[in-house]
């Protein structure tokens, strides 16, 4: 999710099973972004005894397995306690009784990807009235639910990215269509909303947008929706999936069927799960950032926070291991960095 770039970029990821860890709470009441949670150890490392818990859109995701793996690398790198719930559908209200779970459990801090930019914002602010700091990562809610949002990339770059590499493709001219993950994922309409406006611009003119269609980063339904476009729209001639679900489910529909090398597809996705359809001539290319270090950063500034170390305002700087010393830009947004764009002459350098 979600959702600045050079086809020389490189991104690595380690992969290791994500688990659970208990609950013991050492935070005090706060209700706003710049209080603290508990207090900086003399040495100005994050204090011991912290419990920071993942919450992705789904547990059942690999992108989020993998995020969420980076998370515990991170977490417990600081000799804290990791521990990550979460919902198997990416539907609006999915994580509202997860955020309440945690609250109750007194957990220091909570990282979550957002599956609305409203529905769990209740929740989340009766989580950090009770001294709880709120991390978004990949997925952002209203700035009132949460002191700090790790973005995986600038949305704007990202968004007119996918156009600029689609139209490329197309020689700029036909039909194309947009697969997204759910209708209320905020990093998925943030993105949307420059695709849209890159295809305002005069070099468009002959490329037009036909339909935007959800797959609720289910396989199924991606596969399903990917069908049902193609059915809609026989002249179409791209898709647009910045969903790591929907662009292997859509992926796999092209590769059996009639329209293989003549509709293009690009998006967001991994190396291991696009590479065979790379190597096929399926896919062309895509794009991605490292889901492992997103998840490795959103630990560290989660601990941060806790800690005391940094409040989430802007100027605020932390160290995030190997990723280095990070710094909040304006409005508690620490910014990953640039993704890479995935093709057959370099997909193969690439694991996970």
Do not use: H
Not at 77 to 102: C, H, M, N, W
Not at 146 to 175: H, I, P, T
């Amino acid at each position: 999710m979600s959702k600045y770039i050079a086809a020389t970029s490189a991104v690595v990821c380690m992969l290791a099973l994500a688990a659970c860890g208990s609950t013991k709470s050492n935070s005090t009441n706060s209700s706003s972004a710049g209080s603290t949670a508990a207090p900086q150890s003399q040495s100005g490392a994050p204090k011991k005894g912290l419990t920071i818990a993942f919450l992705p859109k789904q547990v059942n995701n690999p992108y989020f397995t993998t995020s969420d793996n980076g998370g515990k690398q991170a977490v417990t790198a600081l000799g804290e306690t990791f521990k990550r719930v979460g919902p198997s559908d990416a539907t609006a209200s999915s994580q509202v009784s997860y955020i309440d779970t945690l609250t109750t459990q007194k957990v220091n801090a909570i990282a979550i990807s957002a599956n609305d930019p409203n529905a769990v914002v209740p929740a989340l602010k009766k989580a950090i009235g009770s001294g709880i700091k709120v991390v978004t990562y990949d997925s952002d809610t209203a700035p009132d639910g949460r002191q700090l949002f790790v973005n995986q990339a600038n949305s704007e770059a990202l968004g007119r990215s996918e156009v600029q590499l689609l139209g490329k493709e197309l020689g700029y001219n036909g039909q194309i269509a947009i697969l997204s993950a759910t209708p209320n994922a905020t990093n998925q309409n943030a993105w949307i909303k420059f695709m849209k406006d890159e295809l305002s611009k005069p070099k468009y003119k002959n490329m037009k947008l036909v339909k935007i269609a959800y797959g609720n980063d289910d396989d199924q339904k991606s596969f399903q929706e990917t069908q049902g476009l193609l059915q809609a729209y026989p002249n179409l001639k791209g898709i647009i999936s910045p969903t790591t679900v929907g662009i292997a489910a859509a992926a796999r529909y092209l590769s059996s069927s009639k329209y293989k090398g003549k509709v293009q597809l690009t998006g967001l996705g991994t190396p291991n799960q696009m590479r065979k359809f790379v190597n096929d001539g399926t896919v062309t290319a895509f794009e991605l950032w490292d889901p492992g270090k997103l998840g490795q950063l959103a630990g560290y500034a989660a601990a941060a926070l806790a800690s005391g170390q940094i409040s989430g305002a802007q100027g605020d700087s932390f160290d995030a291991g190997s990723l280095g010393k990070r710094t909040v830009g304006a409005n508690g947004e620490v910014l990953l960095g640039p993704p890479t764009v995935f093709n057959k002459q370099n997909i193969g350098q690439f694991n996970f």
